[in-house]
């Protein structure tokens, strides 16, 4: 069985510039958005308890936090602290799928390091993140990359996962249709009217029936609800 890791940094810009600028630590900062023009690239969890996110205009960032802070981005400097991060992973494998400059997809089931529980290698990761950059990240683990990915969002930020196959379809069952991989806005709309609202209800519909109302994506949905992806973490 394939033993796959996910690792995402949390607030990743936003915990850069707190890191390199202790000024700004503890205190709602947004990357990028300035006030009259702009979107935030990235919020820490300080303003994200305001209700700022990514993707929302300075206007409306400053209306939900009137005292946020505005920090301009610092890109190659993101890059040079994601090139460490990665340097790390390659101490335990070279099967790394980047997705982001802040996430990847690790396959371990043969490592470096001849650990045979993902879950130490996960362990050790975040602890060198953290003790050789000063940043969290957290971590989902699995034997697929759905829900590798679905453990390291459920504990952020600053959490670890890890979903047994034994586990999966409980888990699964609980999960809301949004947290599904491919299911953004318009497509929970559509769920959510079809009285599709968790993995169970999902789980309860046809392949036939998700084919025709998603497409292509249906049966991805399909195997998904049943925990099922055999998707190889591409280099």
């Not at 890890?162 to 999960?175: G, S, V």
């Not at 249709?177 to 299911?183: K, L, P, Q, S, Y």
């Not at 559509?190 to 249906?218: C, N, P, Q, V």
Request: proline share 5%.
């Amino acid at each position: 069985m394939r033993k796959i890791i996910h690792i995402d940094m949390d607030a990743f810009y936003a915990s850069v510039e707190q890191h390199d600028h202790p000024e700004l630590r503890g205190i709602p900062i947004a990357v990028g958005g300035e006030e009259h023009r702009g979107v935030v690239c990235a919020a820490s969890y300080e303003a994200r308890s305001f209700g700022v996110r990514s993707a929302m205009t300075g206007r409306e960032a400053r209306r939900r936090c009137p005292h946020i802070t505005f920090v301009p981005p610092h890109f190659e400097r993101y890059k040079e602290v994601s090139r460490s991060i990665h340097a790390i992973f390659r101490d335990y494998t070279d099967k790394i799928e980047p997705i982001s400059l802040d996430e990847a997809f690790l396959d371990v089931t043969e490592n470096k390091v001849g650990e045979p529980l993902a879950v130490e290698i996960a362990k050790e990761i975040r602890q060198r993140i953290r003790s050789e950059l000063g940043l969290t990240a957290s971590a989902g683990v699995s034997y697929n990359k759905f829900l590798a990915k679905v453990g390291s969002d459920a504990r952020k930020p600053d959490g670890l996962c890890t979903i047994h196959p034994d586990q999966a379809l409980d888990f699964i069952a609980e999960l809301p249709v949004e947290a599904f991989w491919g299911v953004g806005r318009a497509t929970k709309k559509r769920m959510h009217e079809l009285g599709i609202r968790t993995g169970a209800d999902l789980r309860a519909r046809s392949r036939e029936e998700l084919l025709r109302r998603f497409g292509k994506s249906g049966g991805v949905f399909y195997d998904f609800a049943r925990g099922i992806d055999e998707r190889p973490v591409v280099t």
